[in-house]
């Protein structure tokens, strides 16, 4: 059974650091791109980031380019988002998604077919 | 950026049939997907490739496409649909991946 286990959100002020965790177990990690979507409190989905199976290609959303870093440890099972510069929008249920494909590629179609239970990151003073 | 849009909320009694859809102008040339999230838990594929269903979706579940809209069909809808539907897909460029805001359906 594939299943993802997401860690290490809390509560951190605003222009601090944070870094979530997703353990992996269930199918060959390498195989797989990975991602983030994100949940603000009450709110829709809203997609963060994705990294392809072998790390190389990472592709981000326009809120979080240049602050948020997704990688991953093939050896380890286990992606991760390094969250910098962190601001009160940031504020959201953070989850880990498994996306059906090795290579993400901007001009085609791919998705999140199993997804974690999630990580709350609070951004306040 | 681009947006798909959803209607709110869409209520139907048990057994009817509930349409949820979702517009965007990439959406002849892009997939559509969907996602059912009930109250506390993480979001669930019930959609892929426009029409296409994951094993254990039951059966009354069904998405098309026609030009800019993607439609979710729940075909005698049952008190345990009840739920926030989300539709995701890209651009036509794929530079941006959203989701739609979110239809809560009601069945009661």
Redesign the interface.
Known sequence: EVQLLESGGGLVQPGGSLRVSCAASGFTFSNYAMSWVRQAPGKGLEWVSVIGGSGTDTYYADSVKGRFTISRDNSKNTLYLQMNSLRGEDTALYYCAKVPVAVVQLERSWYFDVWGRGTLVTVSS | ?YELTQSPSVSVSPGQTARITCSGDALPK??T?W?Q?KSG?????VI??DSKR?SGIPERLSGSTSGTMATLTISGAQVEDEADY?C???DS??????????TKLTVL
Do not use: I, M, T
């Open positions: 950026s892009k997939y997907y996602y999230q838990q993480a979001p669930v594929l892929y490739e994951p989300y995701y897909s890209s460029s794929g530079n941006h991946r959203v989701f739609g805001g979110g």
